[in-house]
């Protein structure tokens, strides 16, 4: 009863301030666009014709597989989806900490028989299914309309939903331990955004290393890249997931997942310990 | 005892320098008590409500909650907290809020039903309990503040400010809603600036000043008769007294206000005005009031 009311609490705090209509909002508008906007002809098996915003497209080369189409846009998609996904999430649940903590409200919550840590996980798991209906609704709909429109019903992609789930989860924890330090929203939502900007070069981190002249920063920028996630790794495995080329290897996915975890239970152990 | 606090110090770092909010206070409330505690601003009066509560650990010492920690969630099962300069999630309405902090106090779906109204209607809130909370007046919003504090039938109710912001009406609802409280055998702690409402509901007051606890004691004990009395003569007024040693009069709203040092020396006086042959028609003592009381005790520990 204690963490349901803490996940409708959730719901109900996004929804009354336009974070969940907002999210969904541009869910929708992604979807109709998609919809209305792309229309393809297909005969046996190829694309004869298709047109966008009513644009005739240019086949060039030939009448292409369906099935190659559909895989390549699906993976385009994907990867316009894992950057607004992340990007809509993040916006959506930053405000969630910091109105927790704030003097006033912490009390209410807090002066109540609920240990700090059932508060804390419970508003995290309502955050979390907030995000995930709001990406089932924005990837599922892609799916499903890409797959109608087509008839290929290419599950890979799902699964690259799952992956911008988990980095999402990553960044989540990172707010959480953010709200929790500094009860900020602007810093909850600008640094998750910072450490995603930070992290993609770190993609490159033996290059980096290899170019510098200090080991001691060498060493910073292998610890680096251990600990942050793998956002860029993980985004390009991903779109070679949705073209059936593989995907992020399990150490990848292990090292994100390890760095949200770890925010999160570092978000806890302080929240337990701070005095409101 | 419901609460017991043992030389709790409660010091906060800022910047450079430490600030002890609490000072080895150490205080009891027994089961059933209304127990009001006084201090100007910055005295330390929600930093100690907040370490009965658990919300804030203190630096040194002990606190009990009917003989739990208050850190323990399960020890605040029960405990009603209506906190100074509270903010409900304005996204929610009154009701609904009340909900939240019942499902938070493990209260089931079918007592919450019950339960909610009958509280919405105690604090004069039947007719707005759909409404927002961010569409509340500050009086509206400290009834349903009460109302929360009360949702789970406390045994103990710990209220800072309760009174803050709310017009005289609302007062007196709130004061009535207390002594009912009392009467169910709720152990009650206020924090208040307002000294008269303190006085009209609590059975013991304290008075904590700079973080101490300086002065302790029952209602009556603290606005006990004083050595003033209120002094009339069956003549004229005007005429002189005689000078006595220990015995200072003033004349104040058109009586004669005898301070004596001791009772002799307001003996002495009554055998002057005696062998003076005047008639004394009142000396009646006069009982300072929890202002006064906690005006002096501030001046005298400044």
Known sequence: MKTWALIVDTWREALARFTLLGFLAASVLFLLILTFAVNLDIVDGTLAAGTLFGQALELHGGKPAIDQVVTTGLSVFAGMLYALGVFLAVFATGSQVPHLVRRGTVDLYLARPVTRTHVLLGRFVGAMTLVAANLAFLCGGVFVIISIKTGVWNLRFLAAAGLIYLVFLSFLGFMYLIGVLSGSTPLSIMLPYALYLLSMPLAAHDKIEAAMDSRFWAGVVRALYWILPKTAEIGRDMVRLVMGQGGPSATLLLTTAAFGLGCLVLATVVFQRKNF | ?302
């Open chain 2, 1 to 302: 005892m419901t609460i017991d606090v043992r030389g709790v110090t409660k010091e906060f770092r800022s910047r450079a320098r430490r600030i002890r909010a609490l000072d080895s206070v150490d205080l009891t409330v027994r089961q059933g008590e209304v127990f009001g505690l006084l201090g100007a601003n910055g005295a330390g009066k929600t930093t100690l409500v907040k370490v009965l509560l658990g919300l804030s650990s203190p630096t040194s010492g002990g606190v009990t909650l009917r003989g739990r920690d208050p850190r323990q969630a399960g020890a605040r099962s029960r405990v009603g907290y209506l906190p100074e300069g509270h903010r409900f999630p304005d996204y929610l309405p009154g009701g609904e809020a009340l909900r939240l902090f019942g499902r938070l106090s493990g209260l089931d779906e079918a007592g919450l039903s019950k339960r909610i109204p009958e509280l919405l209607e105690l604090v004069g809130l039947s007719e707005r309990g759909g409404d927002r909370v961010g569409r509340y007046s500050k009086g509206m919003t400290q009834r349903l503040g009460l109302a929360a504090a009360l949702i789970d039938d406390p045994e103990v109710l710990f209220l800072d400010e309760p009174t803050d912001g709310v017009d005289p009406v609302g007062r007196r609802h709130i004061r009535d809603v207390l002594l009912a409280c009392k009467e169910g055998g709720t152990t009650i702690f206020i924090n208040s600036h307002l000294l008269s409402e303190v006085e009209r509901t609590c059975d013991r007051v304290a008075i904590l000043h700079k973080g101490r606890i300086v002065r302790e004691g029952s209602v009556e004990e603290l606005t006990r008769p004083t050595l003033r009395f209120r002094l009339g003569l069956d003549e004229a007024p005007g005429s002189p007294l005689p000078q006595v040693e220990g015995v200072a009069v003033a004349a104040s709203n058109g009586h004669l206000e005898v301070s004596a040092t001791d009772l002799g020396a307001l003996n002495r006086l009554i055998d002057r005005l005696r062998g003076e042959d005047r008639t004394i028609a009142e000396l009646t003592p006069m009982r300072s009031d929890l202002e006064d009381v906690f005006v002096e005790t501030v001046q005298r520990e400044t």
